[in-house]
C-alpha cells in the first residue's frame, strides 16, 4: 500500500531531498506526479490511456486526470481511405527513398492519416471536448477528471518507488552537469573515494569523478581518504553518472594552482604566457608583469621559495622553473635555456629554429638529462632548438695562438 506521511512531515521530506540532492521543488513535485500517475494507471488505468496527476505539497492530496487529444473522428470512407494508404506503402516501400516529388505527395498523406488515426483512449471529438473547454480545436489537449483513490496495489506502489528514484537520479545528475559544466578548466578538491584498475574515484562532495590512469602523474601513490585536487577535464553528458574526468598531468594544472598560490596572478598584474610540462619530473613556466613594480620570478617564487614549494609539494616534487617571457625571440629562448649561459645564438624566424651556443662547461647544463632542459624550452617557446658547442671560441683561442707563435717567428 502507498501510505501518504502526514502532511508536515511530507513537506519536511520534500525540503530534505531538495537539500541532499541539489534539486529544485518544482522537480521533486514533478517527480511525485509522475510516480502517482504511474501507480493510478497501474490499478485504475486501462492501456493506452494519458494519466496526468497534480499533487498538492500542502495537503498531500492528489487529483488525477485523463487526457485525451481532439481529433476528427473517423468515418467509414476515412478508414478506407487509410486502408488503401496502407497498401500503397507497402507496395511502393522499395521505391520510397527515390520519390523527390512536394511534401503533400499521395503517399505522404496517407501516412500522416494513419498516424492521426482515432484512438477512443487518446482522442476525443470536437462535439465531446466542448463538455470540457469552451471552443475546443483540433490537436487541444483536455483534462477530464479521473475517480478520487488514494490506495494502490503492492506492485503500483513499487513501480511508483522505483519511478522516484529513476526521476530524483536523473534529476540530481541533470543538477550536477549544470553545476560542473561551467566549471571545466578549472582546479577542485576532493578526497580519494576508491580505486579501481588503477583508476582513482574522488569525492568532491555532491558527486564523485574519475582519475584515470593515463591522466595520472607517474609514479604517484593514491589512498582511500587521501585529499587531493585535480583539474576538471570535461563534464560527459549522458554518462551513467554526472561523467566528470579529471587530471593530474595536464599542463593548465600549474598555471591554475599558481593562481590559487600566487595573488598576482589572480589579479591579472603577473600573467602566465605559456606551461611546458613534463608530468611527475619537470615543468617550465614563462611569465610577464603587466604592471610596472611588480617582479613576475619573485611574486611566483615567493619568500624563501614558499609558494612554488606549495605547489611542488601537490605536484608530488615535481620541479618547476620560471622564467621571464620576452616578445623578443632571441631573449625568450635565452630565458627558457635557464639555468644554462648561453654565449650566443643564431636565429632562423621563417623556419622558427634557432642554433644556440653554449661553451663546453654549460653544454650538459643546456640539454639537461635526457634532454629535458632543452626540449621543454622547445615547447615552451614554440621553436626547434639545436644546442652546440661555442665554436667561436676555439676559433678566437687559435687566431690568438697563431699571433703568438708569429710573434715569435718574428
Known sequence: MLVFMEQKQFAVAIEQICEEKGISKEKVIETIEAALASAYKKDYGKKGQIIKVKFDEKTAGMEAFQIKIVAEEETEEKVEE???????????????????????????????????RFNPEKNITVEEAKKYKKNPKIDDEIEISLPAHSDFGRIAAQTAKQVIIQKIREAEKEAVYSEYKGKEGEIISGTVQRIERENVFVDIGRTAGVLFSGEQIPGEQYRVGQRLKVYLMKVEEGARDAGLVFSRIHPDMIAKLFELEVPEIAS???????????????????????????????????QKGSRIQMITNELNGEKIDVIEWNDDPTKFIRNALSPAKISYLEIDEKKKVAAVYVDLDQFSLAIGKKGQNVRLAARLTGWKIDVMENKKEEKDDEENKESDEKENDE
Open 82 to 116: 487509410t486502408e488503401t494508404a496502407k497498401v500503397k506503402d507497402k507496395n511502393n516501400k522499395k521505391e520510397k527513398k527515390e520519390i523527390k516529388g512536394p511534401k503533400n505527395s499521395e503517399l505522404e498523406i496517407g501516412e500522416e492519416e494513419i498516424k492521426k
Open 268 to 302: 591579472g598584474s603577473v600573467e602566465i604566457k605559456f606551461v611546458a610540462r613534463e608530468p611527475g619530473s619537470r615543468a617550465k613556466i614563462a611569465v610577464v608583469s603587466n604592471e610596472d613594480g611588480v617582479d613576475p620570478i619573485g611574486s611566483c617564487v615567493g
